[in-house]
């Protein structure tokens, strides 16, 4: 039996990931290497075949039915040598090699990175690939170890575990409210100038939630400035933008240093919940059991964002 070469295996690999995720440049993200490099690859594996595997468009990449074919028998060729890997990592005691983790931007900047040096301190075999963004991963097809995400995802293919609850806070600058006067309900934010987040995922603006009595309420503020970004809306508000509402460990940092003041703090509601998620194959990875660890330092319960907010309540 001819045995496969290894620059086969690597078209075959890149075939798979521009199949599942849809463009060469994702499959480049997730294998960490160039877009040409990919489509090179992919090319010379149709060259060898003597098949078109895509039908390419400018935007994106469909499946021939050969493709089609040849993508679930690489996909299962895929899943053995995960199986393998994993094999391997989970009858090792010690974390090392890499573990892979996504988060969207503003958890990875404000609450991981920052703890990422003593995680490291404490495994020094162990790196870390940390992937920032909006986009939901596909956990399996990418080769993520471990997701942080906001909302409890229903998958079956994965485990989760809740970390903390998710809260938001309506904040502004001392100088806005001295200027403006201080909201006293939601209903009086229509005499107020009001800074607005935009989810990059759906392009939908962030509806507000607040507390009124027995029920919950969302209130579509009219913005005069909505952004993309919780950084943004956090920067815009300190300049005295106006009355903004954001994750309460975004906003934590800027009330401590007396830079923003939580204004409808009687109306604040739980939005959500921080979950982690990971692969049934991962169940017996060392990485992943640290990292979940480490985790639990990250969000403590009660979390240190939540009480510092708390603890400014009638401000």
């Known amino acids: 039996m001819e045995h496969i070469g290894f620059d086969r295996l690597t078209g075959i690999i890149a075939f798979a990931r521009s199949a599942s995720l849809g463009s060469y440049t994702a499959a480049a993200r997730a294998l960490g290497i160039s877009p040409s490099a990919v489509s090179k690859s992919v090319q010379r594996l149709e060259e060898r075949l003597g098949l078109s595997l895509f039908t390419r468009t400018t935007r994106s990449l469909t499946l021939t039915p050969e493709g089609r074919d040849l993508h679930e028998r690489a996909l299962r060729l895929l899943r ?21 983790v996504t988060a969207p931007f503003p958890i990875g900047v404000h609450l991981l990175a920052p703890a990422l040096p003593a995680f490291r301190e404490r ?98 503020p009219n913005a005069g400035i909505v952004t993309d970004f919780s950084g943004a809306v956090a920067a815009i508000l300190v300049a005295g933008g106006g009355i903004g509402i954001s994750p309460t460990y975004v ?30 194959s991962r169940r017996g990875s060392p990485n992943v059991k640290a990292f979940l660890a480490f985790l639990e330092g990250v969000f403590p319960s009660p979390t240190p964002w939540d009480r510092l907010l708390e603890g400014t309540a009638g401000v």
């Open 251 to 280: 906003v934590a940092s800027y009330v401590e240093r007396g830079e923003l003041v939580p204004v409808l703090q009687n109306f604040a509601t739980e939005r959500s919940v921080f979950t982690a998620l990971w692969p049934e």
């Open 80 to 100: 053995e040598a995960e199986e393998i890997e994993q094999a391997a990592v989970a009858a090792r005691s010690e974390p090392a090699g890499t573990l892979k």
């Open 123 to 220: 495994h020094p075999k162990l790196s870390i690939d940390l992937r920032l963004g909006d986009r939901f991963s596909d956990l399996i097809e990418e080769g993520i170890d471990v997701a942080i995400r906001v909302g409890e995802l229903a998958d079956s293919r994965l485990l989760s575990r809740r970390l903390a609850p998710h809260r938001l806070c309506a904040v502004a600058s001392p100088a806005y409210l001295k200027r403006r006067g201080t909201p006293q309900h939601p209903d009086d934010l229509v005499h107020h100038e009001c800074v607005n987040f935009r989810f990059q995922s759906t392009g939908q603006a962030l509806r507000w939630p607040f507390r009124i009595g027995e029920r919950t309420v969302e209130l579509a």
